[in-house]
C-alpha cells in the first residue's frame, strides 16, 4: 500500500534525463545518475552518465516495465526504465537491473513502429499496467498536429502492441494520465499540439485553440472515451495529474498551468466526474515582461504517499508550495519558498501589482552559485521529508523565458519538509549543479528513484 512504501528505503540514488536539445551542445541526450546518500563521498555528485546513441530526442519523463500495480506477480521486476522522447518520438528502454548505479540500453523502439501500427506521435507519461504491459500516452500524431492516444508496448520485448483506446476515439490533444482501477476510471490531460509548442510559447497560439483545457475520462476495462470535462479558460493548459495514492480514493488533482490553478476532480453520486477549482494563485501585474500580466505557471505537482499534503511549482513566479489537503475541497497553504524566477528583485520585470507579496523575492544562492532558471519538477522522498527539485521546463520554453538556463545548465535543489505543521526550507548543503557537466551546461529534468516514488506508482 501507499503506507507501507512510506516505510521503504531511504532514497540513495536518482535518475534524471539531461537534455541538450536547443542548447546549442551538438551532443546527444542522456540519463544521469546522481548520488544521494549523505554518507557518500560521491554525494551530490553526477556519477554515470548513459548518453543516447541519437541526437535532439527531447528526454522528459520517465516510467517503470513494473512497479506497485504488480505487486502480486512474482515473476515481475522492476528493472526497466522507459524513457519516452517527446520530439524525436523514440522510446528508450534502459537496463537498471544489473548495475543500477551504472545502466545500460536495452532496446531503441524507433518513432516508425509507433507511427505505423498507432498513427502516433510525441509520448510522454509512461505507467505499467497490471497485466505487465507499459502504457504510454501521446501529444500529437506523426504530422505534429494534436492528438491524446495511447500506445501499449509488451512488457517483456517492449515491442509496439496496438494503440490502448479504441479506433477514432482518442482525444483532441494528450499530455499525462493515471488510472484508478477499483473505479474503472483513467483520466487524462491535455498540453498543446506538438508542431505548435516545439520551438516556444506565441500567446496567440492559444487563441487559435492550439493547446487544450479539457480533461478526458476513460472506461479502464473496455477503453472507451466517456466523458470530456472543459475545465474552462481557467483551468487552460491542464498538465500534470494525480490521482490520490489511496487506491479507494475516487478523486485527485490537476494543475493547469496558464492561470495558476488546480482543480479537484471526482466521482458523482451518481457514478460519472466533475471538477471543482480549489486552488488560484493570482496573475501578477508587471512591466518589463513580455506581456503585462505574468501567470504563475503551475506545471509539475504531487501529492505525498499519505494523501496528507499537495506540492506544486510555480515555474514563472518562482516559488513551491505546500497544501495541506486533509479538507479536499479547501486545500490550505501551509509552505513556501522562492528559488529564482521572473520577478527576483534585481532582475529586469517590475511587479505593478501583487495580491499576495509585499516585496520582490531576492534571488537564492547555494553554495556559491545563483539559481538559475525556476523550480519546475518535484520528486518527494517516500517519508515526506525531502522534496528534491529541478529547475528545467523543456528546452525550448527555457531558451524562451530563462535563457541564463541554456548558458549554465540547470540544478538540482533539495527542501526539508516539516510534515507535521508544514514547512519548506532549502537544505543549504545539497546542490547538483548541471552547468559543470563533461559535455557542457545541460538541463536535467524529471527525478526518478529505481524503487519507485510518489510519481510512478500506482496501487491496485
Not at 524525436?88 to 537491473?97: A, E, G, K, L, P
Request: net charge negative; aromatic share 10%; glycine share 8%.
Amino acid at each position: 500500500s501507499p503506507l507501507d512504501a512510506m516505510k521503504g528505503p531511504r532514497e540513495e540514488i536518482v535518475y534524471l534525463p539531461c537534455i541538450y536539445r536547443n542548447t546549442g551542445v551538438r551532443k546527444p541526450d542522456y540519463l544521469a545518475t546522481v548520488d544521494v546518500d549523505p554518507k557518500s563521498p560521491t554525494y551530490c555528485k553526477v556519477i554515470h552518465r548513459l548518453p543516447m546513441p541519437n541526437m535532439n530526442d527531447e528526454l522528459h519523463h520517465s516510467g517503470w516495465n513494473a512497479c506497485s500495480s504488480c505487486y502480486d506477480d512474482a515473476s515481475k521486476k522492476r528493472s526497466r526504465l522507459i524513457l519516452p522522447s517527446l520530439i524525436s518520438s523514440r522510446i528508450y528502454v534502459i537496463d537498471v537491473d544489473t548495475d543500477p548505479r551504472a545502466p545500460r540500453l536495452h532496446k531503441t523502439v524507433e518513432p516508425v513502429e509507433m507511427y505505423w501500427k498507432c498513427g502516433l506521435a510525441n509520448p510522454h507519461t509512461s505507467h505499467c499496467l497490471g497485466s505487465g504491459q507499459v502504457m504510454i500516452s501521446t501529444l500529437g500524431d506523426p504530422s505534429g498536429n494534436g492528438k491524446g492516444g495511447f500506445v501499449l508496448l509488451d512488457g517483456e520485448t517492449f515491442e509496439v502492441l496496438c494503440n490502448w483506446e479504441l479506433p477514432g476515439e482518442a482525444a483532441p490533444f494528450g499530455y499525462d494520465f493515471w488510472y484508478q482501477p477499483r473505479h474503472n476510471v483513467m483520466i487524462s490531460t491535455e498540453w498543446g499540439a506538438p508542431k505548435i509548442l516545439a520551438n516556444g510559447f506565441n500567446p496567440a497560439d492559444l487563441k487559435d485553440g492550439h493547446y487544450g483545457q479539457c480533461i478526458h475520462v476513460w472506461d479502464w476495462t473496455t477503453h472507451k472515451h466517456v466523458q470530456t470535462l472543459d475545465l474552462g479558460e481557467e483551468g487552460a493548459i491542464p498538465l500534470e495529474i494525480r490521482f490520490l495514492h489511496d487506491p479507494a480514493a475516487a478523486e485527485g488533482y490537476v494543475g493547469c498551468a496558464l492561470q495558476g490553478t488546480v482543480f479537484r476532480f471526482y466521482k458523482t453520486p451518481k457514478g460519472d466526474w466533475a471538477a471543482e477549482r480549489v486552488i488560484k494563485v493570482p496573475s501578477k501585474k508587471v512591466e518589463g515582461w513580455i506581456l503585462p500580466e505574468m501567470p504563475s505557471l503551475i506545471t509539475d505537482i504531487i501529492i505525498s504517499l499519505d494523501d496528507r499534503f499537495l506540492y506544486f511549482s510555480n515555474w514563472l513566479h518562482g516559488d513551491i508550495r505546500q497544501y495541506d489537503i486533509t479538507d479536499r475541497r479547501n486545500p490550505r497553504m501551509v509552505g513556501q519558498i522562492f528559488l529564482g524566477g521572473s520577478i527576483q528583485n534585481d532582475g529586469p520585470v517590475k511587479v505593478l501589482d501583487d495580491k499576495e507579496l509585499d516585496s520582490q523575492p531576492s534571488p537564492r544562492i547555494v553554495k556559491g552559485k545563483r539559481i538559475p532558471g525556476s523550480p519546475q519538477m518535484l520528486q518527494l522522498s517516500l517519508d515526506g521529508k525531502r522534496l528534491y527539485v529541478t529547475t528545467s521546463l523543456y528546452s525550448a520554453w527555457d531558451k524562451q523565458f530563462y535563457p541564463e538556463l541554456i548558458k549554465q545548465g540547470s540544478v538540482m535543489m533539495r527542501i526539508d519538509v516539516d510534515t507535521v505543521k508544514g514547512g519548506l526550507k532549502l537544505n543549504e548543503d545539497f546542490l547538483v549543479d548541471f552547468g559543470k557537466e563533461p559535455d557542457g551546461p545541460v538541463l536535467a529534468h524529471e527525478i526518478r528513484y529505481p524503487g519507485g516514488d510518489c510519481t510512478s506508482d500506482i496501487w491496485l
